[in-house]
C-alpha cells in the first residue's frame, strides 16, 4: 500500500465520534479531547454577564444548565433534526472538537468520522454538510467497524458499542461491513438513566433527583451482578442527606436491555459461516461506556453457554474506541481512497 499522506505536507488526519452523550477527537499529533455533547446558550443579558460567554459547551453548559437555553444536539447517535437550535448546537459542538483538536498552522483538516451502524441517509447528509463548514474533507465509517479496526478484530469477530443512545452490533467478516451485517438498537443507556430515574423516585418519593444525579449514580454503581454488597449512595430527602439502598434498582435497570442484547448476539453468530462461529464466539468485544456496567461479559458469556465456550473482550478505553480507530483507518489509508470507505465530502480548498 502507498504511504499514507498523514505524512504529506498539507493533510491533517482527525478521527472524530460525535456520541449522544459524549464526543471524543483524536488527531495525528498525538492530541485527545473529550466533550460532553451539550450546548447552552445564555437567555437574557444577565445570563449572559455570569457566563462570560455567548455560549457554553460540554461540562460548562452542564454547570450553568438552570439560566441557559440547551440542546442535547445528538439522539440515538445522530445530529437532531426538524430544530434549527439543534443543528446549531451541532455545528457549535463539531466547530468546539476541531478547536480541541490543536490543528497546525496551513493544514488542511481530513476527519473520519463514525456514524452509528444504521445512521440514515439524511441524517449523514446533515452530518456532511455541517462537517464541512469546519474540515476540509470529511468521511463517514460506522462506528463498530471503527472499534473493530482498533482492536485489529476484523475477521470473524462481534463488535458491540453500548452507547447512549444506541447498543450497535456488528459483524466482522474481512471486509468493510454493510447494512446487512450491522444492527442498532434505540434501548441503551438513556435509556437504563430513565427507567433507575423512575423507579427510585417510586421508591423514595421524597428524594431529590435528577436526571444528572441518575446518571451519575449508574455511572459510579452500575452492575447487574447480586452478591457484590448493598449499594449505598446519599440522596437528599427534603435538603438532608440520608443513606439509602438502591441495590435492586440499580441491578434491575442495568439489567433492562440484556435480553435484547443477547437475542441480537446470538443472531450474529448464526450469521457466521460454521466453520468460523468458534472464531467468532472467541472475538466478542464489547465497547462504548455502558461496557463499563459489572456483569455484561458475564451474562453474554453463560446466555451463550449452548454455543460453545464464547470468549468477551471488554476493550481499554472505550470512550476513544471510535475517534482512535477513525484516526488509525484515516492514517492508514491515503486521503485519495478515502471515499472508498464511506460517503465523503470535500470542500476543495
Ligand atoms: N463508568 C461508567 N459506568 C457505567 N456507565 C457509564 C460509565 N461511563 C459512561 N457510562 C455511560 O455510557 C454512556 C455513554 O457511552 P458512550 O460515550 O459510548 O455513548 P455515546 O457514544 O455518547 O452514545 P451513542 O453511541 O449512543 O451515540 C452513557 O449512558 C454513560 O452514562
Ligand atoms: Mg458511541
Known amino acids: 500500500m502507498p ?3 498523514s505524512a504529506s505536507e498539507s493533510n491533517f488526519i482527525v478521527g472524530i465520534d460525535l456520541g449522544t ?26 445570563g449572559l454577564k455570569v457566563l462570560g460567554n455567548s455560549i457554553a459547551i460540554g461540562d460548562t453548559a452542564l454547570e450553568f444548565r438552570e439560566f441557559l437555553e440547551i440542546s442535547y444536539p445528538l439522539a440515538n447517535g445522530v445530529i437532531k433534526q426538524g430544530v434549527q437550535r439543534d443543528l446549531e448546537a451541532a455545528e457549535e459542538l463539531i466547530k468546539h472538537i476541531i478547536s480541541l483538536a ?17 445512521a440514515s441517509q439524511q441524517s449523514k447528509q446533515i452530518l456532511l454538510d455541517l462537517s ?9 465509517i460506522s462506528e463498530p467497524f471503527a472499534i473493530a479496526y482498533r482492536e485489529e478484530r476484523l475477521n470473524n469477530s462481534i463488535i458491540i458499542d453500548l452507547g447512549a443512545g444506541t447498543l450497535n452490533f456488528c459483524t466482522m467478516k474481512g471486509r468493510i461491513p454493510d447494512e446487512n451485517s450491522q444492527v442498532s438498537l434505540e434501548k441503551a443507556g438513556n435509556y437504563v438513566d430513565n427507567v433507575l430515574f423512575d423507579s427510585l423516585k417510586r421508591k423514595f418519593p421524597d428524594a431529590q433527583l435528577t436526571p444528572n444525579i441518575v446518571k451519575k ?6 452492575t447487574i451482578l447480586s452478591g457484590g454488597g448493598n449499594i449505598m449512595v446519599e440522596l437528599r430527602i427534603h435538603g438532608k442527606p440520608q443513606t439509602l439502598d438502591i441495590t435492586e434498582e440499580m441491578i434491575s435497570a442495568c439489567s433492562t436491555f440484556v435480553p435484547n442484547m443477547i437475542e441480537e448476539i446470538k ?7 460454521p466453520d468460523f462461529q468458534e472464531e467468532a464466539m472467541k472475538n466478542i468485544m464489547l465497547a462504548g461506556g455502558m461496557s463499563k456496567i459489572k456483569g455484561y461479559d458475564s451474562v453474554i458469556k453463560e446466555s451463550l453457554s449452548d454455543y460453545g465456550d464464547a470468549q468477551i473482550h471488554r476493550i481499554d478505553d472505550p470512550m476513544y474506541a471510535v475517534a482512535e480507530g477513525a484516526l488509525k483507518i484515516g492514517t492508514d489509508i491515503p486521503v485519495k481512497y478515502w471515499s ?4 465523503t465530502v470535500a470542500t476543495g480548498k
Open 217 to 222: 449514580l449508574k455511572e459510579k454503581h452500575g
Open 102 to 118: 490543536e490543528v497546525p498552522e496551513k493544514k488542511k483538516i481530513c476527519g473520519i468520522v463514525g456514524v452509528p451502524a444504521k
Open 267 to 273: 443472531k450474529l453468530i448464526v450469521s457466521f459461516d
Open 132 to 140: 464541512k463548514k469546519h474540515m476540509n474533507q470529511v468521511t463517514l
Open 3 to 5: 504511504k499514507a499522506e
Open 21 to 46: 452523550s459524549c464526543s471524543a477527537v483524536v488527531t495525528e499529533n498525538g492530541v485527545k479531547g473529550v466533550v460532553e455533547s451539550i450546548v447552552g446558550w445564555p437567555q437574557d443579558i444577565i
Open 340 to 343: 472508498q470507505l464511506g460517503e
